[in-house]
C-alpha cells in the first residue's frame, strides 16, 4: 500500500511558467515531509523540508505549502527553468524513526 | 566533506547468484539506509542501521540483509537473485536517525 500518493507522474511547463506536484498521506504520525530532486545516474537529492507545525516553507523559487487537516502538501517551482527538468519525489517520516516513505516521482521537463 | 560513495556502479549478474553492495557514508554520519528503486515501484526503504544496529526494516524477504560496521560503513546482500531484483540500489546517510538523509549515486544491478 502507497503510503503517499504523488500527482501527476509527469509534467511539462514552459520556461518562467509554475510547477506544482502534489503529495497526500493518510498516516497522521508522520510529522517530516521532504522533498528530493533526482537527475538522471545521480541519487536523490534533499530540496527542501517541512513539519507540520508549519503551512507554508519558501527557499528561493521553490515553497512547500503544507495543509495537515487534509493530509496533503505541495512543491511550488516559481519561474521555472530548464534546469529544473528532474523528477521529483515527495516523502514522509515518523517521529520515531528514520524510515521514509517516498511518492512514485514526478517526471518535470521545462521546455524553453 | 565527500559525499555518500557506493560501490559498484554498475553489475550484472544471473539469476540464482548473490550479490554484495558497498555504502561508505559521509564523514561523521552514523546512520545509513538502503533503497531499492525502480520503475514501477518507485523508492522503497530497506532497512536503516545506527551504530552497527538494524534499526528498520522494510518490507522486503529475508534474501535482503545488511550490516554496519564500527566505522560507519554498510554492505548490504542479496542471495538467490531474481530476475525482478533489478534496479538502482541506494544508500543515504544521515548523522543519526531522524536527521536529514542524503543519498549516494547508487549501485545499479541489473539480474539476466
Known amino acids: 500500500q502507497q503510503q503517499v500518493k504523488q500527482s501527476p507522474q509527469s509534467l511539462i511547463v514552459q520556461k518562467g511558467g509554475i510547477s506544482i506536484i502534489n503529495c497526500a498521506y493518510e498516516?497522521?504520525?508522520?510529522?517530516?515531509f521532504p522533498w528530493y530532486q533526482q537527475f538522471p545516474g545521480k541519487g536523490p537529492a534533499l530540496l527542501i523540508a517541512i513539519r507540520p507545525d508549519v503551512s507554508e516553507k519558501k527557499e528561493g523559487r521553490f515553497t512547500i505549502s503544507f495543509n495537515k487537516s487534509a493530509k496533503q502538501f505541495s512543491l511550488h517551482i516559481m519561474d521555472s527553468q530548464p534546469g529544473d527538468s528532474a523528477t521529483y519525489f515527495c516523502a514522509a517520516s515518523k517521529e520515531t524513526g528514520n524510515q521514509f516513505y517516498f511518492g512514485t516521482g514526478t517526471s518535470l521537463t521545462v521546455i524553453p | 566533506k565527500a559525499g555518500v560513495t557506493q560501490t559498484p556502479r554498475y553489475l550484472i549478474k544471473t539469476r540464482g547468484q548473490q550479490v554484495t553492495l558497498s555504502c561508505s557514508p559521509i564523514?561523521?554520519?552514523?546512520?545509513v539506509s538502503w533503497y531499492q528503486q525502480t520503475p514501477g515501484q518507485g523508492l522503497q526503504f530497506l532497512f536503516e542501521?545506527?551504530?552497527?544496529?538494524?534499526?528498520n526494516k522494510g518490507n522486503f524477504p529475508g534474501r535482503f540483509s545488511g550490516r554496519q560496521f564500527s566505522n560507519s560503513r554498510s554492505e548490504m546482500n542479496v542471495s538467490t537473485l531474481e530476475l525482478g531484483d533489478s534496479a538502482l540500489y541506494l544508500c543515504a546517510s544521515a548523522p543519526g536517525p531522524e536527521e536529514t538523509q542524503y543519498f549516494g549515486p547508487g549501485t545499479r544491478l541489473l539480474v539476466l
Open positions: 498516516n497522521t504520525a508522520f510529522d517530516y
Open positions: 542501521y545506527f551504530s552497527e544496529t538494524q534499526r
Open positions: 564523514s561523521g554520519h552514523r546512520s
